[in-house]
Structure formats: structure tokens, C-alpha cells
């Protein structure tokens, strides 16, 4: 998605897009960090509750009318008694309810080399727990996170304990970075949790100089990148195989050899 500082438009964006992936038989359903708005700090802060409340009807009212299981996020999602906000991300099932929900725990409190400083955390609270991995018949055990969690292997190997088969990375990832890390970065935690990764991405220009990677992608637990969605907005779509799951982990069975846990 090229998510913008304008909720309508963007969940019209993200309706257009579960649209024509569902057309294409998906039935597990990824939207990036930021979808419903993606904006100055001070706007998203404002907006919070509106954003919030709008993004999970809209969630569920996706879910019940196609049938399909989705994760979206993460989004902003005001913190009682205080004026931050957590940056939040929900996996509701095929029947619209709620099955899991994270709060990013890592923030992105950093100067990037080309000019852009972030500092999540003045807007952000930071989330203390470790997302339940939920388990679904078809889908197998789902775990949650955002975007600059994916550089802090230690957190998923927290959800490898609980079963972890598939890992949502919804992500809006800065075009600077992007380039040499995102892809490394997914195929490293799909290689050593032997997962598949579900990476839905933001692409291009948002507003002001905020310029995402895109390619949003999926990767198979052997590493091999099943579906890159490229730079413009649009969908990546893959099997979940769990033969082939099974298979790799006959193959290179790593998880079973960890000593240090
Ligand atoms: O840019 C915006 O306004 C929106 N971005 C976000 O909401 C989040 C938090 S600031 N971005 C990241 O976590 C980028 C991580 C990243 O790019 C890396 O780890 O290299």
C-alpha cells in the first residue's frame, strides 16, 4: 500500500486490494504498519481514537464478508490515562473476532544516513509482551510482528517455542534502509525459525519526504521468496504448504539443535 495521511482513502485503498487478492484465493489476508494512516505524528496522535475504532470495524466487517483470516497493522491505538498511543497490530479470524493482538515492542528511535530522523517512541508506547502465536486448522500457528522487530532475532524465537509455523512482518520500512536489509533481514527469520514470513510492506511516497522500500513479500521456511508485490501498491499472494514446511524441517532440522535456547 501507498497509505497517505487520510483514513477514508486509505481503507478504500486496502478494501480495493482484499478485493483483488480474495478474487485470487487468498484466505489469509495481510495489511502493512501504518494502513489505515500514514502522516505526521502530531495528525496521527489527534486522529488516534477515530483511526483506531475505524480500523478494526473495518477488519472485521473484511473478514465476515469474505470469509478469510486477517492481520492488520500495526495502527494507532490510544493508551489509557496518557497521550501516547500503541503501535498495534490485530489477527482477527474468519468469523470477525478478535483472536490475537500485539503492541510493537521494539520502536524506531533512529537517525537514518539520509536525513530522516525517527523517534517512535515520543509519540509511541512501547508493548511489553511477546504475542500469543494463535493456531488455525488450515493456517497453521501465526505469530505477530512489526516491522523494526524483525532485526531482533531473539523475539522470534520467543514465538518458535510456542509452534510459530507462520510470522506476519507487516512493515513500513524506510526506503534508505530498505534496500540492503529488509529482504536479508525476512529470509534470515525465515531461514532460522524455518517459518514461513508474511511481509506485507508499505511502497513509495506518503506525504512530506517519507519514502518507503515496498516489496512486499512471502518466503517459504527454506528461505526462497514465493511473492514479491515490487514497488507499486498491490497484492503478493502464496501457498502455505505444509508438506513442504514438514519437509524442510526433516531437511534442516536447526530448530531441534538449538543449545542456548
Ligand atoms: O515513516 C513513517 O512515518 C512510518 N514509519 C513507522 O511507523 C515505523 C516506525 S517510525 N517505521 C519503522 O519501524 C521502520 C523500520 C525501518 O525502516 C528499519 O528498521 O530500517
Known sequence: MTSVPNLEKNLAQAEELIDLSVRQGAELIGLPENFPFLGEEVDKITQAETIALESQQFLKKMAQRHQITILGGGFPVPV????????????????GQVVSYYHK?????????????YQESSTVMAGKEIPKVCSFPDLGNIGISV????????????????GMDVIFVPAAFTAFTGKDHW?????????????????PAQTGTHYARRQTHGHAMIIDPWGVILADAGEKPGVAIAEINFSRLEQVRRQMPSLQHRVFG
Open 80 to 95: 489509557e490515562q496518557c497521550t501516547k498511543v500503541y503501535n498495534t497490530a490485530l489477527l482477527i479470524n474468519s468469523n
Open 183 to 199: 529482504r536479508v533481514l525476512l529470509q534470515a527469520r525465515a531461514i532460522e525459525n524455518t517459518c514461513y514470513v508474511i511481509a
Open 147 to 162: 516491522c523494526y522487530d524483525v532485526r531482533f532475532p531473539e523475539f522470534y524465537r520467543q514465538m518458535s517455542y510456542q
Open 105 to 117: 515492542v521494539h520502536l524506531f528511535d533512529v537517525d537514518v544516513p539520509d536525513g530522516n530522523t
